[in-house]
């Protein structure tokens, strides 16, 4: 049994290729067992015309006809190689439905995992806090200074910034209310008692999260990448005493110290706002916050600063040793140290109210 055979022009270009193809077709139509397309002729091609090969053949490959190039030149041979032919002919396979269980453990999986590198870490950060100084570990202040310096100088115009803002906003939403009843003093304790409490506390950890939390996971993750984790370890630091603690430690003290620039600077702009629109003296409005405000509710909005620091130090730390696949994987842990940070702070927020609510 003879098998067609299709001559090349001698310039296979735009102008050429139609009729190329259309003799192909005409061929594939007798439904040969195998094709012959002769390009030994060929003296020049563009892009254009070896595209015309592609497609006839993938018209072979769909016709269950087998399609053999002859003929082909050193240009031709390195132009199919680099374009990689076969994966240009071979159909696109339909991505495989997975079933609900796979789906819904696709997407559980990598939280728990997650969660429970969080957890790891957090539990060696506590063990090497306590025994490290009894193993001649102690906390390297040198380290802790240099990320204290990006944690909370680095943030301080920000959160100066949402503090006065978002003291503005309380006490003009206070005031709204409260001028319906003559009760415009009490403004003071609607601002005072809502940032001490909670607002200060939360938007500071919200704002260090953004930017400590993703630093970290992307500075340990390209440590990761690069091996420098590795090396820190066979050099004999340990990354948990050298890197994480300090990082950790910095975060939560950065929590406390930006926690009280925010309390202040947002007490300061509900002031402004009930000095100049609600018409309250200063010194009226400084001593009903002193009446409303007390050293407990400090020392509890300190505390939850810190816990608040102190997890987004860990969540940023733990995913940031645990990246994989390369820079994709830094920009991933990246986004989740975020994510995860804002998540695990509000769960604890959640806690503390409740404790609070119940020792009451």
Same mark, same amino acid.
């Given at each position: 049994?003879?098998?067609?055979?299709?001559?090349?022009?001698?310039?296979?270009?735009?102008?050429?290729? &139609?009729?190329?193809?259309?003799?192909?077709?005409? =061929?594939?139509r007798g439904k040969p067992q195998r094709v012959y397309v002769d390009l030994g002729a060929v003296s020049s091609f563009d892009s254009t015309g070896l595209g015309g090969v592609v497609a006839g053949m993938r018209a072979a490959k769909a016709a269950g006809v087998e399609m053999k190039l002859k003929g082909l030149d050193r240009a031709m041979l390195d132009f199919f190689s680099l374009v990689s032919v076969q994966r240009l002919v071979q159909p696109e396979l339909a991505p495989k439905r997975l079933d609900p269980v796979t789906a819904v453990g696709g997407f559980v999986e990598p939280m728990v995992t997650g969660g429970a590198a969080v957890l790891r870490t957090g539990a060696q950060v506590v063990r090497e806090f306590v025994l490290g100084p009894f193993r001649g570990r102690a906390l390297r202040l040198d380290r802790t200074a240099i990320e204290v310096d990006?944690?909370?100088? &680095?943030?301080?115009?920000?959160?100066?910034?949402? =503090?006065f803002l978002m003291g503005l906003i309380l006490a003009m939403q206070a005031w709204v209310q409260l001028r319906v009843w003559g009760a415009e003093i009490y403004i003071a304790d609607m601002v005072g008692v809502s940032v001490l409490a909670e607002i200060g506390p939360l938007m500071t950890a919200i704002v260090l999260a953004a930017r400590s939390g993703s630093r970290n996971a992307a500075q340990l993750?390209?440590?990761?990448?690069?091996?420098?984790?590795?090396?820190?370890?066979q050099m004999g630091i340990r990354p948990m005493a050298f890197l994480v603690l300090p990082k950790v430690f910095a975060c939560a003290f950065a929590a406390m110290a930006l926690g009280i620039v925010f309390d202040v600077v947002a007490m300061c702009g509900g002031g402004l706002f009930a000095s100049t629109v609600a018409a309250i003296e200063p010194d009226a409005f400084a001593e009903q916050l002193r009446q409303a405000l007390s050293m407990q509710d400090f020392v509890v909005a300190m505390v939850k600063s810190a816990t608040f620091g102190a997890c987004i130090g860990v969540v940023g730390c733990a995913l940031g040793l645990r990246v994989q696949d390369g820079s994709e994987g830094v920009g991933r842990a990246t986004t989740n140290s975020v994510v995860l940070g804002i998540f695990l702070v509000i769960v604890v927020d959640a806690v503390f109210v409740t404790c609070q609510r119940m020792l009451a």
């Open positions: 049994m003879t098998h067609p055979t299709i001559q090349g022009p001698a310039c296979l270009d735009r102008t050429t290729v &139609g009729g190329m193809v259309q003799a192909i077709d005409d =061929a594939l990006h944690c909370a100088a &680095g943030a301080l115009p920000i959160i100066a910034l949402i =503090a993750g390209a440590m990761v990448v690069s091996e420098e984790i590795q090396a820190l370890e």
